[in-house]
């Protein structure tokens, strides 16, 4: 029906040529013309260019698209991260991130022990482990707040980059923060399960031992220290699932910038 109706046209808009022509000549121009118009409105190299840009734009995730799949990403792996240490026994019974006596109070442990007070030196750990899990109650919102305010290029550069680059990224732009953050919720903490007092007496007790080192009674900085670095472990631990897991990538969004991801590694 088209090549019908584009021979008409030509008819129409060449009634002078066709008068013009001779009859013999007349009906071997015309369709020859159709053929060249046909051939003209056809461009093989510009549709195979049209389809390409098309799968390309198809495949590729936007800058935006990037930065909305690794918020959810990082929103997912903080908040599971955040529940299951601030769950009982989070940090007490995970050998990755438990708490354990700072390295300059070890030996007075070991002292401590060896003098029969090893119940003192096992609340005290408890303790320390409980506060943390306490404190991470506290995180998911601090870790949201820090979401929110990734760029674009970060997410980017996060997304591409090595298989640990969102912790490294948190563990740069909000240690300040969190430590500032964190330290009145452990010591808050410290104080209701009565960290504070375990290893206080644990340290009086060690300073009381002839000859030597004495130890620093306060432990609310270096729990506060352990607690973050608890934290920034399991977020690593979500991070490497994520890359690696197909199944840990629950939105159609995360899959397909993942796979976006993937492909760049390959």
Known sequence: ???????????????????????????????????SISLCSYSPVN?????????????????????????????????????QLSAVD????NAAVKILFPPQAQ???????????????????????????????QAK??????????SLEDATNILLGSQD??????????????????????????NKVGATKYYADVANEYNKVPFVSKINPDINAYVTQKAIDGLFYEIAQEELNIRKNIGARPSPLMQKVFAFADSKHL
């Open 90 to 93: 989070g940090f007490f019974k």
């Open 107 to 137: 030996k007075a442990e070991k002292t401590l022990r060896g003098l029969g007070l090893g119940k003192m030196c096992d609340d005290a750990i408890l303790s320390m482990n409980r506060a943390a899990e306490d404190a991470a109650k």
């Open 1 to 35: 029906m088209a090549q019908q109706r584009l021979f008409k046209v030509v008819l129409k808009n060449h009634h002078t040529i066709q008068t013009a022509i001779p009859m013999k000549t007349k009906f071997l121009l015309i369709p020859s013309m159709v053929i």
């Open 165 to 190: 680059a969102a912790t490294q990224y948190f563990k740069r732009t909000t240690s300040a923060q969190l430590t500032i953050a964190f330290k009145p919720i452990v010591q808050a903490s410290l």
């Open 141 to 150: 919102p601090i870790f949201i707040s820090a979401i929110e305010h990734m």
């Open 47 to 83: 549709n195979y260019h049209t389809e390409i840009r098309t799968i390309k734009l198809a495949q590729d995730p936007s800058p935006f698209e990037i930065a909305g799949a690794l918020k959810q990403a990082l929103q997912q792996g903080t908040a599971k991260s955040a529940d």
